[in-house]
């Protein structure tokens, strides 16, 4: 079609004809319009937002669905001004549950604002589409759209208002919670959000660019004692994009201290991953929705798989919760770079993503009491293991 239009317009020209190259630039005009018209209509579904706009849409989503929506206010940033949101979305939302926690964060770069709006989508499809329903009744889902607003109000700066890049600031002993010489937006993070929920499972820093998903660690070139499970779930996610799958010292380079995602993993065993987004920083909105859409389902196939191919189940001793050390021979070492996996003190709840296959796992109470048992983990649901120490 295309080729024919061109050479009638090159015959129309050759033919000196002014009516028929008049009706022909006509027709064309009309033609390139619609195609024009119709692309735009396609793309731009979706705008960036300002900080202040983006804080209003929360707003409204809080209160439009107040039984599954929930925003809370995790504390002031560095600019004094700006404050970093969560968003839960959960059934029963106002109430902690005994249910696994997932987390989205985006923006700890404040010039990656497709990272923002990549949360922000993901809470809105949330919200809005029923398929999602199952999820949400059974997790907690955690949403951090900008987690540097510092850097994102002020045109788009990467770093914080100190010039902090806070994806380099978060702790760098995992032994303890000390937050001295900490940036305030790493410190509220830690306080308000991390320490209050037990089992974060799975998460995924957003950031751009470079169409990659990133596993821990990136402090150094060694693997992580989950290497195989954290690097199936990663396959899996990239699979839906056609992004690779790095580990983060490969995708940098070099080894890099103090990053998000080793920090929640060396912390708490979340199986955090960097998703790197697009082909550059800040792309014409127009590029938005085609971002987003493609990469909505490997960002809910990381938010549902705590609940298949997952040893799961509760610690207790004399009846009530208990927090115990939960091993899998194999992936846990006397060595290990994280620290020791623990059932929580609240439910006495635990979770171990696994890969499917045999297993034996060992449970240990306060460094003494121990208890061993073999399980099969399955492809499709989780395996539940209750522990009950005299
Ligand atoms: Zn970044």
Redesign the pocket.
């Known amino acids: 079609m295309k080729d024919d239009v061109q050479w009638n317009l090159i015959a129309c020209g050759r033919s000196g004809d002014a009516f028929t190259r008049f009706h022909l630039f006509i027709m064309l005009f009309l033609l390139v319009s619609a195609i024009g018209s119709f692309r735009v209509f396609a793309a731009e579904d979706l705008s960036y937002h300002t900080y202040d706009t983006m804080l209003s849409e929360l707003r409204r989503l809080d209160k439009a669905h107040s039984k599954t929506g929930k925003l809370h206010d995790l504390g002031v940033s560095s600019d004094g001004r700006t404050r970093v949101w969560a968003f839960k979305i959960s059934d029963n939302v106002e109430k902690e549950e005994d249910e696994p926690n997932v987390l989205l964060t985006g923006g ?2 404040g010039n ?1 604002p497709v ?1 923002s709006e990549m949360a922000l989508f993901t809470i809105q499809r949330l919200l809005s589409e029923d398929s999602h329903r199952t999820l949400i009744d059974k997790t907690q889902i955690w949403v951090i759209p900008i987690l540097n607003p510092a850097g994102h109000a002020a045109n788009n700066s990467h770093c914080n208002a100190n010039r902090v890049d806070l ?1 380099r600031n978060f702790p760098a002993d995992w032994t303890n919670d000390n937050l001295d010489g900490i940036e305030i937006e790493i410190q509220n993070l830690v306080k308000n959000f991390h320490l209050r929920h037990d089992h974060v499972v799975a998460g995924i820093d957003l ?2 660019y470079g169409q990659a998903y990133l596993l821990p660690w990136a402090y150094t070139h060694k693997k992580p004692a989950d290497w195989d499970a954290m690097k199936g779930l990663a396959d899996r996610m990239a699979k839906t994009s056609g992004y690779r799958v790095l580990q983060l010292t490969e995708y940098l380079g070099r080894t890099v201290p103090r990053g998000g995602a080793d920090y929640q993993y060396g912390r708490y065993g979340t199986f955090c991953y960097g998703l790197e987004l697009g082909t550059s920083h800040a792309p014409p909105a127009g590029q938005l929705g085609h971002i987003c859409r493609k990469n909505l389902p490997g960002i809910m196939i990381m938010m549902n798989r705590v609940h298949t191919s997952t040893l799961t189940g509760h610690v207790t001793r004399n009846g009530k919760p208990a927090a115990a050390v939960v091993d899998v021979d194999g992936i846990d070492k006397p060595a290990n770079l994280r620290t020791p996996y623990m059932s929580d003190a609240t439910f006495g709840r635990y979770y171990r993503i696994l890969l499917p296959g045999t297993y034996r796992v060992r449970f240990t109470l306060e460094g003494k009491k121990m208890v061993k048992k073999n399980v099969i983990i399955v492809d499709n649901r989780q395996t539940v293991l209750d522990i009950e120490f005299p």
Do not use: P
Request: proline share 0%; aromatic share 0%.
């Open positions: 700890v770069h990656e990272a994806n950031h751009t």
